[in-house]
């Protein structure tokens, strides 16, 4: 199983990233994806979460209108599209993918990808 982010980086305030994660090992559909993150100092807080088929989605109140998350389950790929950011937007991001079976989870994570909003 891998789950591996990219599209992080440096962006002034009021500008726009693209996160995307690229999943492989499991089956992508199958699962709901997230994107975490944690601010230096601060506990790991769901930003956006994607069901598995992609028909509904949910986000943080700090995030809502600002960031958009999608999928492409054909390409086992999970996006952030992140615009207007804001220096408190800053933190590592983590995509998750979490699956419930009965009584079995599943909940993989990749390594995280830096974000910094800073002019």
């Known amino acids: 199983v891998q789950l591996v982010e990219s599209g992080g980086g440096l962006v002034q305030p009021g500008g726009s990233l693209r996160l995307s994660c690229a999943a492989s090992?499991?089956?992508?559909?199958?699962?709901?994806m997230n994107w975490y993150r944690q601010a230096p100092g601060k506990e790991h807080k769901l930003v956006a979460t994607i069901t598995s088929a992609g028909g509904s989605t949910n986000y943080a109140d700090s995030v809502k209108g600002r960031f958009t998350i999608s999928r492409d389950n054909a390409k086992n790929t999970v996006y952030l599209q992140m615009n207007s950011l804001k220096p408190e937007d800053t933190a590592v991001y983590y995509c998750?993918?979490?699956?419930?079976?009965?009584?079995?989870?599943?909940?993989?994570w990749g390594p995280g990808t830096q974000v910094t909003v800073s002019s």
């Open positions: 090992g499991f089956t992508f559909s199958s699962f709901t």
């Open positions: 998750n993918a979490y699956h419930s079976d009965y009584d079995v989870s599943y909940d993989y």
